[in-house]
């Protein structure tokens, strides 16, 4: 009686390492400093692993998974202070990614990271990069492997142009500048915005490749080669909550609510005081990026006054775990876990800096929103919530108390916010397949066909003079001008001919009478 249990449990162990065997080697890198692009980097990184894959990850926030192999990036950094300082998106892009630039110079210059690079004996079978610093790619060159990009936010224009997918500066305009509308001077922003955006794109190349050369040494392809040449681009996006545009096989949108965790547990206080607000509560946070210090003085006073009025329990994620003169109604706290606090029944309103993370988290769990944008991608976001028709939008630099109470309460008392969101929510994750495991299945398709280059846009490989018609234009001008001059000489000879003939004609003489 004691044979069978034991086969099935021999059976069971040589089942398991059958298929860890059959796992793959995967490098996962993501250099930005930035926890909310590592909660979509995380999810993958998980859901990789548990199909049996050995995931080996470079991240600023190690998780502390034991199923990953994880080596810390995190290096000192200034990006807070560039992100609260600059004047204007195209400076707060500027000295981004000349931050950036310096912190992955110091990423890879780590002894984990060195060691890695030198250790002969390492390999893998794909390199998965957040798609921005290309240079990153150089890890695929390094292993002889295919990669694939991915992004926590919808594709930037370069970088769809880079895999050679269709842009146009109006149908698709350049999101992180937040061009609206449709009237001439909206248009014409939006075309500056596009170009500007290539531009600066295409600068970082140059900087990363002397990043590159001083890491890996010489020998490795331009940054913008090994930028073009990756197998798939995954993009968090999808086609109810972003732009529509046409897709080549090589780019995925993984969106739908890609990071959503399973639900866990709140901190018994927390839980508590939760619970107990019986008319709902508000859940305020501006991301893990824009500090509350840096909300003008006027703003901060309009709020707090607004949530001292209010009959809601306020729950505010600050900078500090202590607000003086905060209203008895609203607790502060540096941490709060979003997800399970954003699936409480108990919530009425998230208000949000309007970061993509963020206001996905409260679209799949049914969360209207107040959006209060300050940089980057959010005010393109906020506006599209607007147009959505599931929040309102407010300025943090102009706001007053009259303001912000207005909003807050129509948010909350019009039940048309919620009931569009819910529709909305239910029509972007009505799919075959979830955002993880559409990531997770063309991951393993590059794996087994060692890399996908069948899919790659034919309009990488053709000359932007091709692309843009102008030998076939240049040959149809030409036939054309010969033509028209061949019609033009043979309609002067003739007219010459004519002439000539009537000229020559003797002239009949006249009979005497």
């Known amino acids: 009686m004691m044979f069978f249990p034991r086969v099935m449990c021999v059976l069971l162990l040589v089942s ?78 500027r000295q981004f990614n000349r931050e950036m630039i310096r912190i992955v110079d110091e990423q890879l210059g780590s002894a984990p990271v060195r060691e890695l690079i030198a250790d ?54 350049e999101g992180i500048f937040a061009m609206e509308g449709q009237g001439l001077m909206e248009r014409v922003a939006s075309v500056v915005a596009y170009f500007v955006s290539i531009y600066m794109f295409h600068g970082l190349h140059a900087d990363q490749q002397e990043v590159v050369a001083k890491h890996f040494g010489g020998g490795y392809p331009a940054v913008a080669q090994m930028a073009s040449e990756i197998s798939l681009l995954f993009v968090n996006a999808d086609p109810v909550f972003h732009q529509v545009r046409p897709l080549v096989p090589a780019v995925v949108q993984i969106g739908g609510g890609f ?71 609203v607790m502060v706290s540096q941490w709060v876990p979003q997800q ?12 949000t800096q309007g970061g993509l993370q963020s206001m996905d988290e409260a679209i799949y769990e049914h969360v209207p929103m107040v959006g209060i944008p300050f940089y980057g991608d959010q005010p393109f976001n906020v506006k599209k919530m607007v147009r959505k028709g599931f929040g309102l939008e407010l300025d943090y630099r102009t706001l007053n108390k009259e303001q912000f109470k207005a909003a807050v309460l129509e948010v909350i008392n019009n039940p048309k916010y919620k009931s569009t969101l819910k529709y909305l929510a239910e029509l972007a994750q009505d799919q075959p397949m ?21 899919l790659r846009s034919p309009l990488l490989d053709i000359p932007w003079y091709q692309y843009l018609l102008l030998d076939v234009i240049g040959i149809i001008v030409v036939t054309v001008a010969v033509a028209l001059y061949l019609i033009y000489f043979l309609l002067k000879s003739l007219v010459r001919l004519v002439k000539y003939i009537f000229r020559s004609k003797p002239k009949r003489k006249q009979k005497k009478n």
């Open 120 to 173: 002969p004996s390492a390999s893998f079978d794909l390199v998965i990069a957040e798609y921005y610093y290309t240079g990153m790619f150089a890890f695929a060159e390094r292993f002889r492997c295919p990669s694939i990009g991915i992004i926590s936010v919808d594709g930037l224009v370069p970088i769809y142009k880079t895999m050679g997918n269709p842009t146009h500066p109006v149908v698709y305009p």
């Open 16 to 93: 398991c390492m059958l298929s860890m065997a059959n796992g793959a080697r995967i490098l996962g890198i993501a250099p930005i400093p930035m926890y909310s692009h590592q909660l979509v980097f995380r999810t993958l990184w998980k859901g990789l692993s548990l199909k049996g894959h050995q995931v080996t990850v470079l991240t600023t926030h190690p998780s502390g998974d034991p199923a990953l192999t994880e080596i810390d990036l995190n290096v000192p950094h200034r990006l807070l202070h560039v992100i609260n300082s600059s004047t204007s998106t195209p400076e707060l892009i």
């Open 340 to 351: 399970d606090v954003l699936r409480h029944p108990n919530i009425k309103l998230f208000i």
């Open 259 to 329: 990071q959503r965790a399973p639900a866990k547990p709140l901190p018994k206080e927390l839980k508590a005081a939760l619970d107990a607000a019986r008319q709902g509560f508000i859940y305020f946070s501006l991301g893990s990026s824009v500090r509350n210090e840096f909300l003008p003085p006027d703003s901060l006073k309009a709020i707090m006054k607004t949530f001292g009025e209010l009959p809601f329990v306020v729950l505010w994620k600050f900078d500090r775990d202590d607000l003086p003169g905060k209203p008895e109604n």
């Open 434 to 454: 979830t955002g993880l495991e559409k990531a997770v299945w063309w991951s393993e398709y590059v794996i087994r066909h060692k890399g996908a280059k069948h």
